[in-house]
């Protein structure tokens, strides 16, 4: 959430940080009600002290035995003007607190100005891309052909738009959960095992809500949130909470199912694994002090290209331009991997730094050693997400005669399998 005081100090910044991610919320609206406020509780303070002084008045009067009939009854008359103006205060904060919800984080002055994608800009790429002399055969026709994934099934089950992974499939995906939480923990990151339901509150803290809400999936009797992604629970864990200095920088991991009403999408864009209602992710957060959070976020990126590095996939980095850019980020590298099968390259992580929007959302404060109160930054990135990098697998490592060979940094955790089929 913007500081309303940065807005009312800095409202053509504003304007224009907002106009970069395409959003149209009226500043000035959200000024004229800040004046509306701040006026209210001038009349207010100023009414106070009138009856503070009629107070005092009367009570002088009756220690003297004088009447003070008229003296309560003006003073009954300033209480009743506070109580309106009270009631009139509560409605406007409630307006004003509507509208800066509402509102995004603004992009980083590092941040590509462009309308969408297209603007996003090239950081930088890892790997070789190889052409096979055979065709290879996208994720869902070879994962059906080796009987480890299943499409038929998980409809049945589920409706569309979900996956079965079976056998040596979901051994495949069970090695790559144990491989990236094994690579993070050695990389500092504590282990979470988190709930996957939670309040709306949390979704309101990391940003999800109100925004983003029609993507969600809500249970309506207890009006609670199956997640969209690790980092609700992982980063709320510190909210409404003071955090020493001293327990800065903090580093979490955590794997967890994700929910998302995803749109579909036609031909090899929705096909498959890619573009799905459920899926597995291993996330990475980071809470810091402001001054490290843009170092951090490149070592945030880093830490997720180990992943693919690790398991020999040729991938590419971008920064998002910022109309690319999601509700909560002031910043955001995509990771995108190349899939031959589908032969384009799929997002499988997004690193993002969200500065101090979803810590003052979720009144997340830190204590600096000169015990000033204030936010601090918080990040996260997919570290990475599973079905894509199931699918990329599938593809990139098939073999001519049908097979597809297990990435050498995974035999340990297949028990020494070393190929599907």
């Known amino acids: ?28 609206r959200i000024l004229a009600l800040d004046e ?35 003296a309560i009854a003006a003073m ?18 409630t307006d004003l607190h509507d509208a800066i919800k509402w509102l995004p984080n603004l992009p980083h002055e590092s ?12 950081v930088r790429d890892w790997g070789e891309i190889v052409k096979p002399d055979f065709k290879v055969l996208p994720h869902w026709e070879i994962g059906e052909k080796l009987g480890i994934l299943e499409f038929p099934s998980a409809t049945k089950i589920s409706g569309s738009g979900f996956y079965l992974l079976k056998g040596l499939g979901a051994h495949l995906q069970r090695a790559l959960i144990g491989y990236m939480l094994d690579t993070h923990i050695a990389a500092g990151c504590v282990e979470i095992a988190a709930p996957y339901l939670v309040t709306a509150d949390s979704m309101f803290g990391t940003g999800q809500l109100p925004k983003l809400e029609e993507d969600m999936y809500r249970t309506t009797e207890d009006n609670m949130y199956l997640i ?48 799905v209602h459920q899926f597995d992710k291993v996330e990475i957060v980071k809470i810091v002090s402001p001054e490290h959070s843009y170092d951090e976020l490149e070592s945030l990126v880093l830490q997720a290209e180990k ?65 000033r109160v204030s936010y601090p930054h918080t990040l996260n990135g997919s ?34 399998i070393e190929k599907l089929g």
């Open 1 to 28: 959430m913007l500081d309303l005081k940065f807005i009312r100090e800095n409202p053509e910044l504003v304007k224009a940080g907002i106009a970069k991610k395409n959003d149209t919320s009226d500043i000035d």
């Open 36 to 70: 509306q406020r701040r006026e209210i509780i001038r009349n207010v303070e100023a009414l106070k002290a009138e009856r503070n002084q009629a107070s005092g008045e009367i009570a002088k009067k009756k220690k003297a035995g004088e009447p003070a009939d008229d």
């Open 76 to 93: 009954r008359e300033v209480g009743e003007k506070i109580s309106a103006f009270d009631n009139q205060l509560r409605e406007i904060e």
């Open 111 to 122: 941040v590509p100005v462009g309308a969408d994608e297209s603007a996003n800009e090239f």
């Open 228 to 275: 969209p992604t690790g980092e609700v629970p992982l980063t709320n864990i510190y909210k409404q909470q003071i955090i020493d200095h001293q327990e800065l920088p903090i580093y979490m991991v955590g794997y967890t199912p994700c929910f998302r009403r995803e749109a579909g999408a036609a031909g090899k864009e929705g096909r498959g694994m890619i573009r």
């Open 307 to 371: 992943i693919l590095q690790g398991l020999k996939m040729p991938y590419r980095v971008s920064t998002l331009a910022s109309g690319d850019l999601s509700f909560a980020a002031a910043k955001c590298y995509d990771i995108d991997l190349w899939s031959v099968g589908v032969d384009k390259y799929l997002e499988i992580s997004s690193c993002s730094n969200f500065e101090d929007f979803q810590a003052r959302r979720m009144k997340c404060r830190y204590r600096d050693a000169e015990k």
């Open 383 to 416: 570290g990475t997400a599973l079905p894509r990098l199931v699918a990329a697998i599938l593809e990139n490592y098939q073999n001519a005669d049908g097979t597809v060979t297990v990435p050498e940094v995974l035999h340990p955790y297949m028990g020494g």
